[in-house]
């Protein structure tokens, strides 16, 4: 529910676009552009935030926050009037409520389905994609009824849910402060003339250069490459895919193209879930992108509706589930312990990718008069993801281990 209702509101963005060029039609197209790319990419920039709150306190801790920071985000831009400020209520303060309500949920998953991550994963991420059918149809309803302040408002109010999502997450045995940190991982006796404070602080200096040791670790690296450039295709084919589309067909079908990458990726998040149980989710991670990747190549011959309805279905087919596997993956590499921050150095690539792909990608291509290079581009990033997850697989028993007394151990 959490997830439904503050982990897919950049759905909305979309809408929300239509309606700043309406109430600021002297404001540069680009600049509102931006304004809607920086409120996405932060779903994935700020990840971190919500991963650093996880390791000082809990994961109830982090979505009852995110609440309150999605209501004061919203909130504030419902007052607004100067449009420059948007950049910082819409789409630095309320992005980072969303980033890190979806970042609590996921690393609960995490902590709460140690041995059936893939499944649990699967099943709570059905909330991104089910919410693609009703949140832009909501926000368009909301701005036609009360205007975009007054939407604004109430989807902080809808954001504001996680308060009660957070609080019904008890934290679990995995989620402990700096002091019992020290504890459990039996430091040496700190001596008796040193406060509690001081100790808290010792304990949380060695929490945070255990986690140093993530980049030692040559899987969970592979991964982070892996996300740079996944991010990078896939913002690159959000982007730029229905106004392709529409080229190809003199008319506009990015709605029904929408609608289709929905459907697939709901049923992607379930059945790659559940297929982890059975499979490796890093060969699935791998062999998802790679088919994704050449089936891209072809995109110029798909001039029909019909093909590029299958093209758009396939495309939440086959991506849909990589967040959902990346999920699996990182829990089998860095285990539980180190779950929230993995977390969120793996999304902060992500949103590198978001944030730089499509300019980079379009760059490079600007001297070419045809789109489909675009494509191209994009679909060498998704068979580098490829390469990359087939790599993590036969590194695979080179795992970032736990001992008893809890020091971190690389086998490279």
Same mark, same amino acid.
């Given at each position: 529910?959490?997830?439904?209702?503050?982990?897919?509101?950049?759905?909305?963005?979309?809408?929300?676009?239509?309606?700043?060029?309406?109430?600021?039609?002297?404001?540069? &197209?680009?600049?509102?552009?931006?304004?809607?790319?920086?409120?996405?990419?932060?779903?994935?920039?700020?990840?971190?935030?919500?991963?650093?709150?996880?390791?000082?306190?809990?994961?109830?801790?982090?979505?009852?926050?995110?609440?309150?920071?999605?209501?004061?985000?919203?909130?504030?831009?419902?007052?607004?009037?100067?449009?420059?400020?948007?950049?910082?209520?819409?789409?630095? @303060?309320?992005?980072?409520?969303?980033?890190?309500?979806?970042?609590?949920?996921?690393?609960?998953?995490?902590?709460?389905?140690?041995?059936?991550?893939?499944?649990?994963?699967?099943?709570?991420?059905?909330?991104?994609?089910?919410?693609?059918?009703?949140?832009?149809?909501?926000?368009?309803?909301?701005?036609?009824?009360?205007?975009?302040?007054?939407?604004?408002?109430?989807?902080?109010?809808?954001?504001?849910?996680?308060?009660?999502?957070?609080?019904?997450?008890?934290?679990?045995?995995?989620? @402990?402060?700096? +002091?019992?940190?020290?504890?459990?991982?039996?430091?040496?006796?700190?001596?008796?003339?040193?406060?509690?404070?001081?100790?808290?602080?010792?304990?949380?200096?060695?929490?945070?250069?255990?986690?140093?040791?993530?980049?030692?670790?040559?899987?969970?690296?592979?991964?982070?490459?892996?996300?740079?450039?996944?991010?990078?295709?896939?913002?690159? &084919?959000?982007?730029?895919?229905?106004?392709?589309?529409?080229?190809?067909?003199?008319?506009?079908?990015?709605?029904?193209?929408?609608?289709?990458?929905?459907?697939?990726?709901?049923?992607?998040?379930?059945?790659?879930?559940?297929?982890?149980?059975?499979?490796?989710?890093?060969?699935?991670?791998?062999?998802?992108?790679?088919?994704?990747?050449?089936?891209?190549?072809?995109?110029?011959?798909?001039?029909?509706?019909?093909?590029?309805?299958?093209?758009?279905?396939?495309?939440?087919?086959?991506?849909?589930?990589?967040? +959902?596997?990346?999920?699996? @993956?990182?829990?089998?590499?860095?285990?539980?312990?180190?779950?929230? +921050?993995?977390?969120?150095?793996?999304?902060?690539?992500?949103?590198?990718?978001?944030?730089?792909?499509?300019?980079?990608?379009?760059?490079?291509?600007?001297?070419?008069?045809?789109?489909?290079?675009?494509?191209?581009?994009?679909?060498?990033?998704? @068979?580098?993801?490829?390469?990359?997850?087939?790599?993590?697989?036969?590194?695979?028993?080179?795992?970032?281990?736990?001992?008893?007394?809890?020091?971190?151990?690389?086998?490279?």
């Amino acid at each position: 529910m959490n997830i439904f209702l503050n982990g897919s509101l950049p759905y909305s963005v979309g809408v929300i676009h239509i309606a700043l060029l309406d109430r600021y039609p002297d404001e540069d &197209i680009i600049t509102i552009s931006w304004l809607g790319s920086v409120f996405s990419c932060m779903f994935m920039l700020s990840a971190f935030i919500g991963s650093i709150i996880i390791n000082v306190f809990n994961v109830r801790t982090c979505v009852m926050l995110s609440g309150l920071v999605s209501l004061v985000g919203f909130g504030i831009s419902s007052i607004v009037t100067d449009f420059r400020l948007l950049f910082l209520t819409f789409g630095l @303060i309320a992005g980072c409520g969303q980033a890190m309500a979806y970042t609590g949920s996921m690393v609960a998953v995490g902590f709460y389905f140690k041995h059936k991550t893939g499944m649990a994963a699967g099943i709570i991420s059905c909330g991104s994609p089910i919410s693609l059918f009703v949140f832009p149809v909501l926000a368009q309803f909301l701005i036609d009824k009360y205007t975009l302040q007054g939407t604004f408002l109430l989807l902080g109010a809808i954001g504001f849910h996680a308060a009660v999502c957070g609080a019904l997450m008890r934290p679990t045995k995995y989620e @402990i402060g700096p +002091t019992q940190y020290c504890r459990r991982h039996k430091r040496p006796a700190i001596k008796s003339n040193v406060g509690q404070e001081e100790e808290e602080k010792i304990a949380l200096k060695t929490k945070m250069m255990a986690n140093l040791s993530l980049f030692r670790c040559l899987p969970f690296v592979l991964l982070l490459i892996s996300s740079l450039t996944s991010g990078a295709a896939l913002s690159t &084919i959000y982007l730029f895919l229905p106004d392709y589309i529409n080229t190809l067909n003199s008319s506009s079908q990015d709605t029904i193209v929408l609608l289709f990458i929905g459907i697939g990726g709901t049923f992607s998040r379930l059945f790659l879930g559940f297929l982890t149980v059975a499979a490796d989710a890093a060969v699935l991670y791998g062999t998802t992108f790679g088919i994704f990747g050449v089936i891209t190549l072809f995109l110029n011959h798909m001039t029909s509706l019909l093909s590029q309805i299958i093209y758009a279905a396939l495309f939440g087919l086959y991506t849909g589930g990589c967040f +959902t596997l990346q999920h699996v @993956i990182m829990v089998d590499i860095v285990g539980v312990n180190k779950l929230s +921050t993995a977390y969120g150095i793996n999304a902060l690539m992500v949103g590198i990718g978001y944030l730089t792909g499509p300019p980079a990608i379009r760059l490079l291509v600007d001297s070419l008069d045809d789109q489909y290079y675009i494509f191209i581009c994009a679909a060498c990033l998704f @068979i580098v993801s490829c390469f990359m997850g087939m790599a993590i697989r036969l590194t695979g028993k080179n795992k970032l281990e736990v001992t008893d007394e809890g020091e971190f151990n690389s086998q490279l």
